[in-house]
């Protein structure tokens, strides 16, 4: 199956800006949508945002105005940039193929920490 490997995180201040990127095993094109979740402390993983093949792209409501994906076909990566970043964004953060058969295996994510 599909494997990926985050990267980019770290400790920054809120208000601070940050970006994550996301290496795929194979060809992202053949992949087609790609996601990015996270996962905060205590809770259940969530989605973040979401790009399509072509570049499509769609958040949620948390990461909407603030965060912005994008995809690079030719190195088989895709980005999240992260701005205005809040304590509440303090997460370990992983991405993924959508769910089913297609769905690569979960790697182990970056750490974000937002914090003064």
């Known amino acids: 199956q599909v494997q990926f490997v985050e990267s980019g995180g770290g400790l920054v201040q809120p208000g601070g800006s940050l970006r994550l990127s996301c290496v795929a095993s194979?060809?992202?094109?053949?992949?087609?949508?790609i996601r990015w979740y996270r996962q905060r402390p205590g809770k259940e993983r969530e989605l973040v945002a979401s790009?399509?093949?072509?570049?499509?792209?769609t958040y949620a409501d948390s990461a909407k105005g603030r965060f912005t994906m994008s995809r690079v076909n030719a190195k088989n990566t895709v980005y999240l940039q992260m701005n205005s970043l809040q304590a509440e964004d303090t997460a370990i953060y992983y991405c993924?193929?959508?769910?089913?058969?297609?769905?690569?295996?979960w790697g182990q994510g970056t750490q974000v920490t937002v914090s003064s």
């Open positions: 993924n193929s959508v769910p089913g058969a297609g769905r690569g295996y």
């Open positions: 194979g060809s992202i094109v053949a992949i087609g949508a």
């Open positions: 790009i399509g093949s072509i570049g499509t792209t």
